[in-house]
């Protein structure tokens, strides 16, 4: 994986419950949720609901550190059955950390921990939506390669998205 030209290092650790207000920074963020397939968050309960019951217990759902803060976050989803020699990763950085090659250094960390601990990935897979061109050339610039347009794939806030499908492959 290339290195990133960057403000500083982030570091990768589990959520707790008193990150909610960094959280709160980019899940409410719409521009940040452009892409994602759920619309940003409006109610900070919500959210909390949301990190108590699907992010603390996740088993690779990361928050993305700048100096103790966290400013994104990373996740890793593993496959099941005949699936479970690939995971899916995804990724959101708050918008005042764009463009500094924070999201880089979270996804090359991301996936060097990923093929380590979990058993038996040998693919890491990402899904764009086609008009995300900068998640785009961030997956491309940690080794990740493009290995096609999967048409009408994701519905993405109410429409039906194109998506480029990137690989990671051991």
Request: charged share 25%; with cysteine.
């Amino acid at each position: 994986m290339k290195n990133s030209g960057s403000v500083g290092h982030v570091q990768l650790r589990n959520f707790c419950v008193e990150d909610l207000d960094d959280l709160y920074e980019w899940a409410s963020d719409e521009e940040v949720t452009k892409f994602m397939t759920w619309e940003a968050f409006r109610c900070k309960e919500k959210l909390r609901e949301f990190l108590v019951k699907t992010v603390i217990p996740h088993p690779w759902f990361k928050a993305i550190c700048f100096n103790g803060k966290p400013i994104g976050h990373v996740m890793l989803k593993q496959g099941t059955g005949i699936h479970t020699c690939r995971a899916e990763i995804g990724y959101a950085i708050a918008r005042k950390y764009w463009s500094m090659g924070f999201a880089t250094q979270a996804i090359t960390t991301a996936v060097k921990l990923g093929f380590k601990e979990l058993e038996g990935v040998s693919r890491i897979e990402a899904l764009v939506v086609t008009e995300n061109v900068i998640s785009a050339r961030v997956l491309e610039k940690t080794g990740f390669s493009m290995e096609g347009l999967l048409r009408k794939y994701a519905l993405v806030k109410g429409t039906i998205r194109d998506c480029l499908l990137f690989s990671y492959v051991i």
